[in-house]
Every structure is written in structure tokens, then in C-alpha cells.
């Protein structure tokens, strides 16, 4: 009995041992939270911009980007010290007993569910829901493991929530409890990758943007956060951030990314559970070939879309493509050679063809190889007799039937950059109809019932995007401007639509905006684009039906040369007061801000040179590859920028010039010199009226670039950089801006 009872004793005293091993550790484990949790929030107050010496701010950088550039290098600072920490826990856990290895072991089980929580989706809301709520130990390797994003809510009646990651829910839903405040921190992005939002709050608006780890919203004053935003700033990050939100009585919105409105704002409807996400990019980027042409030898390299190939109808003998490092493998090639059949197929850098054998390829085939779904590649070839053929894509073979092949052009198309439009009506005596989409007819006809209201909505792929639309409304006129999935027109009322105005706040490259009325009596009218009025008004015909699609766009390319370049064709120099104003600079600054608005218009805009180029070629070789890049981008349309100088310094005015003369190479298109003539005339007449300068005309003279590009071609001398008062305008930014938009509206205008 003794024996027994002493055994007892043991196993009793070893039991006792046990669970204080076990409690000590989670204690200690408890304390390392609250200690990370203290550095975490300490390092977040102290401004630490001792690297601020380090930012580059150009023209374009707002007073906000400042600002959040700032905030990137305290987020920065806080993932290293997060890092830090990790390191010294990594290091104290080792050596451990079997049973801490255990719980470690099981520790790094939470962290894979979490991780894995990455791509979750609503019919693991419920689940995700009843797990929401984690330990303090749980929040420790939420917010310090790898790519993670972590986040907190503040919740009405509750306070402040634990952590939650990677796509969990924070909040409640079917509580009627709204999020009053939000912190979002990240950890495991790349340096240089700051986290920046803000948040929308009922009777307050829009607040500023915070960064990594700072409080959006309110507490203590119940109100209520209504929308949010989200994004990622650098140029370095490999993902996107993505968010959705509940919002009482309407449920759970679609996801958003990067910086999208999440939310309403005006409807006084609260936001009441949020789960956020990093989603891995995919992109396949910086696609660029060249081709070998006979007596010509290699050109330029071309980028996405552009033409690469003869500027006088030679053959083409070989090319190459290249993605991006790190993606060599994706793409594959290869051609028909004259004479010697298909070669075998090329990768990313290969040469596919001959040189200096005289052998033209007659056939070519280009395919992606384990790219994402997401990604088509198409391609088409020009020919000497029959021009350009017609596209094809991922593998097809592009044949000239014997003829020479004289140029290509290769681009790869995102299809999660392909917009897709829905509608939804309101019909008289109906109500509102079934969402319909993509030119499928919303409405009826042959029934005599109009159409009261209408919502529209539209998304490039993933992402929600800007669609603006009003209507003229019987009786009352013309409503204001309403944007995705509001209400434009009436209900109730029996007030018919009788026109309508639809346009893109940004045009999507490539796509173009098209819709299109039924009306009683009338019928269906011609398709209108992009803030068209379709309808009528004036004369009591309501609208019966819409139809609504995007079309393929194959965009109208126009080259922009901003005039010289460094070193051997630097343009004139003017010194005023101390202050030297260089011209190739002054062109390059007005070159891309007409850049951005004809892009803006939804145009391809090709330049002869970029801002970073630092060429010091001499004059001659720096007009010829100015032409050469403009004849072989099939644009129908050069346009030069240029600052005028004299040693007279009262001499003012714009001047504008274009040339009758035949190109050296005599190929000229047949309407150049009247378009060219008129376009001169145009832009000398608008521009010089806006500056409040003398109009010195259109001239017909010689000028290299002018006179051997084969398209209508321009050279605007914008004004006077030897006079003070002209280049004072000249150089200020929004004179640019509208200088810009003056010679853009004149083109749109003559070429449209």
C-alpha cells in the first residue's frame, strides 16, 4: 500500500510539474505579444523622417503624395522593427523542450490557415465569422508573419475588436452595429511600399490619409464609418490590396483594390463588418521587339503595339521579343523563312530569322507558354502590296501569301482590362427591370411604355471603374451628372426619358463606349459615343430602349516630338535674371502634358523621346531616328514641340510649320500636305489667342521632320524663350496644362 501510495504521490507532483511548465509559457508568450504590441505602437508616434532627404518630389507630386511618401518611410521603419522582434523570439525559442516544439508546431498550423485565408470566399463567410475573434498570442503572428495585412475595427457597443488577417471578417454583421474607427497595418511588402487609407464618416466626410498603423474614423462620438479607401503607394509592389465591405441593409459589396471607393457616401448607410486581402500581381509587363530589315540592318526597339520594320517598303529578315526578367520563358516565336521552311521555336531574346542573307520571312507564329489565363498575345504583319493583315493571336500563323513582309506589330492584351457594362430600366407600368448587360436591349418596343429611370454600372475586370450618365426628363429637362449604378430620371412621377448622355470618366485604351436609343415612333437610332446626346429633345418622344456595349478600339496612334535632346541637339538656351531656361527641357515638360490629354481623349501616343533619355547623338542622327520612329508606328499624325529663340529680345508669337515638299523617301501619304496646312493654320490661330501673343501663321519650309515623316506632320514653335515676359508663360505649369489642351482640341477637331 505504501508503494502505491508513493507512486500516486508522484504522478501527482509530475502532473503539477507539467501545468506550470505549460502556464509559465503561455505567460511568457502573452507578455511577448503585449511587448510587441508596445514597440509596434511606440515606433508608430515617433516621427522618424530622417531618410526625407531621400525623396524625389518632381512637378507632379501633390502636397498629399508628399505626405504619404513620408509615411512610407515610418512604415518602412515599423516593418523592420516588427522584423526585429520576430528575429529575437526566433532565436530565444530555440532549444526548447518537445512539448514547446509541439506547441510551436501547432502555432505554425495557425499561421498556414491564415495565410491560406488568403483567397476566401463567401461560402466560407459564416465560418470566417465564428473564428474571428483571436488570442492576443493569435495577434502576435498576425501582424508580424510574412505578406500579411492585419486590421482592427472599432465596433458601436463594443469597442475596439482583436486583430484579424488576410480576408477575415472584422466587425459584425446582422447586429446593426457600425465600425466607428479602423487600424491596418502590413507586414512583409517590399522596401519602399507604404499602406495609406481613409475613411468617409457620417456628418464629417472624408478625412485625411493615415499610413501603416494609424487610426482612421472616430471613437467615443458615435459616427459611424461610411466608405473607406485602400491602397498601396511604390513602385515596387508585387501585389494589390483588395477590400470589400457590409453595409446595413445592403449586404456585402463587391471587392474593391487600390485606392477604390468602398462604401456609399451621402445615403447615411454605415459600414458594419470589412475583410481585406494582398493579392499576388500577375503581370506580364514591358513587352518590346525589334526587327532586322534588309539594307537597313536592326531598329529601334518598339513597345507594346507599336510598329517595328521598314521605313521604305523592304522585306523584314528576322525579329526578337523580350519580356520583362524573370518572364524570358513565357513567350516563344518563330518564322517562315523563304526558301527554307520554319525554323525551330525562339525564346525571349532570340533571334528568329537570318541576317544579311537576303532571305525574307514570309510567315510568323508568336504564343505564350504557362502564362496566366488573364494574358492573349496578338500580332499582325504589314505587307508591301496589301498593307496591314488582319490580327491574330497565340499561335495562329500570320502569312503574307508570298508577298514581303514589311513590319509587325505584337502587343499582349489583359483581359482582366476588358470592360463589361450592365443597365437596369424603369418602365412605366412594369417597374424596374432584370439587370441586363454588354448591348443586350433594356426597355421594350411596340408597346408603348417608356423608360422613367435607368442605372448603369461598369467594371474593367476585377475592378470597379468610373461611368458618368444624365438624362432630359419630360417636362423638367436635363438632370445632373450621376455616376455607377445611381438613379438618372424619375419614378412615380410618369415623367419619360426622352434622351440621354453616357460617358467613361476614364477612357479604357482600346474600347469604345457605345449605346444606343429606341424611340416611340421613331424607332432605333444610330449608335452614339462617349457624351453623345442619344434621344431627343424638344418634341415629347419618350425612350422605349437602350442597348449599351464597348467595342474593340483599335486606337489611332499620334507621335509627339519633343524637340532635341542632351548634348548634341540641345535646343536654344535663354538667360534671364539669373535664371537660364533650356528648350529641350520646356519641350519635353508642354510634349507630355499633351501626351496625357490626347491619351485622355483615347489616343496611342508614341514619343520620339522620354523624360529619362539622357542621348547625345548629334543633330543629323537624332532627326533621322525621330522620323524613322514616326513612319514606322502607322500613326496619322507628327506633331512637333519646339520653342522659338531670336537675338531680338522683343521678337513674340507662336508660329507653326509643315512642308509641300516630298519626303526623301517619296512616300508620303496622299492628304499629308492639306491636313498638315490646316492643322498649322489651326494651332498658330488657337494658341497665340490664348497666350495673348502674335499670331505669326502657318509656314510652309523644309524642316527635316516635317518634310520626311510620311503622316500630316507639325512643328509648333509655342513662343519666344529670349523674351522675359513670353517665357515666364512658357514655363509656368498651367499655362502649359492649357497650352496643351489648345493644340489637342484643334487635332481632335480636324482629324475627327
Given at each position: ?329 513565357i513567350i516563344r516565336y518563330r518564322s517562315y523563312i523563304r526558301n527554307t521552311g520554319w525554323q525551330e521555336w525562339k525564346s525571349s531574346g532570340e533571334i528568329s530569322g537570318t541576317e544579311g542573307r537576303n532571305l525574307p520571312i ?391
Open positions: 500500500m505504501f508503494k502505491t501510495f508513493r507512486k500516486n504521490i508522484v504522478m501527482l507532483l509530475i502532473t503539477f510539474i507539467f501545468f506550470t511548465i505549460i502556464f509559465n509559457m503561455n505567460s511568457l508568450k502573452i507578455v511577448r505579444a503585449d511587448i510587441l504590441n508596445s514597440v509596434i505602437e511606440n515606433k508608430e508616434t515617433k516621427d522618424n523622417l530622417d531618410n526625407s532627404n531621400y525623396l524625389i518630389i518632381d512637378e507632379n507630386t501633390s502636397i498629399d503624395n508628399k505626405k504619404e511618401v513620408l509615411n512610407g518611410e515610418k512604415a518602412k521603419n515599423t516593418d523592420q522593427t516588427i522584423q526585429e522582434i520576430n528575429k529575437e523570439e526566433r532565436d530565444e525559442d530555440v532549444g526548447n523542450s518537445s512539448e514547446d516544439n509541439l506547441e510551436e508546431n501547432i502555432e505554425s498550423d495557425k499561421n498556414i490557415n491564415t495565410e491560406s485565408s488568403i483567397n476566401i470566399d463567401s461560402a466560407n463567410k459564416s465560418e470566417n465569422e465564428n473564428s474571428q475573434s483571436i488570442s492576443s498570442e493569435n495577434s502576435r503572428s498576425l501582424i508580424s508573419g510574412g505578406n500579411i495585412v492585419g486590421y482592427q475595427a472599432h465596433v458601436s457597443n463594443i469597442g475596439w475588436q482583436e486583430w484579424v488577417s488576410n480576408g477575415l471578417t472584422a466587425g459584425t454583421t446582422g447586429k446593426s452595429l457600425p465600425i466607428e474607427a479602423l487600424n491596418i497595418k502590413l507586414e512583409g511588402l517590399q522596401e519602399g511600399v507604404s499602406l495609406n487609407y481613409r475613411s468617409h464618416i457620417s456628418k464629417i466626410g472624408w478625412q485625411e490619409w493615415v499610413s501603416n498603423g494609424t487610426m482612421t474614423g472616430t471613437t467615443g462620438k458615435a459616427l459611424s464609418i461610411e466608405a473607406i479607401e485602400i491602397k498601396l503607394e511604390g513602385n515596387n509592389t508585387s501585389y494589390d490590396i483588395m477590400y470589400r465591405v457590409h453595409i446595413r441593409d445592403i449586404g456585402w459589396q463587391e471587392w474593391k483594390s487600390n485606392g477604390e471607393l468602398a462604401g456609399t457616401t451621402g445615403k447615411a448607410k454605415p459600414i458594419e463588418a470589412i475583410e481585406i486581402k494582398l493579392v499576388e500581381k500577375q503581370n506580364i509587363s514591358e513587352l518590346k521587339y525589334q526587327t532586322h530589315v534588309s539594307n537597313e540592318g536592326w531598329t529601334d526597339w518598339s513597345l507594346d503595339g507599336v510598329t517595328s520594320g521598314s521605313t521604305i517598303d523592304t522585306q523584314v529578315e528576322a525579329f526578337k521579343l523580350i519580356l520583362n526578367k524573370g518572364q524570358e520563358s514570309e510567315q510568323i507564329e508568336i504564343a505564350l507558354n504557362n502564362a496566366p489565363d488573364r494574358y492573349t498575345i496578338e500580332y499582325r504583319i504589314r505587307t508591301k502590296n496589301t498593307g496591314w493583315n488582319e490580327w491574330k493571336q497565340d499561335g495562329q500563323t500570320a502569312s503574307s501569301n508570298g508577298d514581303i513582309i514589311t513590319g509587325i506589330q505584337v502587343k499582349i492584351k489583359d483581359n482582366n482590362s476588358i470592360p463589361y457594362v450592365s443597365y437596369q430600366t424603369h418602365v412605366r407600368d412594369i417597374g424596374w427591370q432584370n439587370n441586363v448587360s454588354n448591348g443586350e436591349m433594356a426597355g421594350t418596343t411596340g408597346r408603348a411604355l417608356s423608360i422613367e429611370a435607368i442605372k448603369i454600372d461598369y467594371k474593367v475586370g476585377n475592378l470597379n471603374s468610373g461611368i458618368l450618365y444624365k438624362a432630359h426628363i419630360q417636362d423638367i429637362g436635363w438632370q445632373e451628372w450621376v455616376s455607377n449604378s445611381e438613379v438618372a430620371g424619375t419614378t412615380g412621377r410618369s415623367k419619360p426619358i426622352e434622351a440621354i448622355q453616357i460617358k467613361q470618366e476614364v477612357p479604357i485604351k482600346g474600347y469604345k463606349l457605345k449605346y444606343r436609343v429606341h424611340i416611340r415612333d421613331i424607332g432605333w437610332q444610330e449608335w452614339k459615343s462617349e457624351g453623345e446626346v442619344a434621344g431627343t429633345t424638344g418634341q415629347s418622344k419618350p425612350i422605349e430602349a437602350i442597348e449599351i456595349k464597348f467595342d474593340e478600339d483599335n486606337l489611332r496612334t499620334i507621335v509627339i516630338d519633343p524637340g532635341h535632346n542632351f548634348g548634341g541637339d540641345d535646343g536654344a538656351y535663354a538667360t534671364h535674371y539669373g535664371t537660364t531656361y533650356i528648350e529641350r527641357d520646356i519641350n519635353m515638360q508642354i510634349a507630355m502634358k499633351l501626351k496625357n490629354t490626347l491619351e485622355s481623349k483615347g489616343f496611342n501616343i508614341v514619343l520620339t523621346r522620354n523624360p529619362n533619355e539622357r542621348e547625345t547623338i548629334d543633330m543629323r542622327k537624332s532627326l533621322e531616328k525621330r522620323v524613322n520612329i514616326a513612319n514606322s508606328s502607322d500613326a496619322e499624325l507628327f506633331i512637333s514641340i519646339h520653342q522659338n529663340a531670336s537675338t531680338y529680345a522683343e521678337a513674340k508669337g507662336v508660329e507653326v510649320y509643315y512642308s509641300s515638299a516630298k519626303p526623301n523617301n517619296g512616300n508620303a501619304n496622299s492628304n499629308k500636305i492639306d491636313i498638315s496646312r490646316q492643322l498649322a493654320e489651326n494651332i498658330s490661330r488657337s494658341l497665340s489667342s490664348y497666350i495673348g501673343s502674335n499670331n505669326r501663321g502657318a509656314k510652309d519650309d523644309d524642316f527635316y521632320v516635317v518634310k520626311n515623316t510620311i503622316m500630316a506632320s507639325v512643328l509648333i514653335e509655342c513662343g519666344f524663350i529670349t523674351n522675359y515676359e513670353e517665357v515666364k508663360k512658357l514655363v509656368d505649369l498651367g499655362n502649359q496644362q492649357k497650352m496643351a489642351e489648345v493644340i489637342a482640341d484643334e487635332v481632335i477637331k480636324l482629324i475627327n
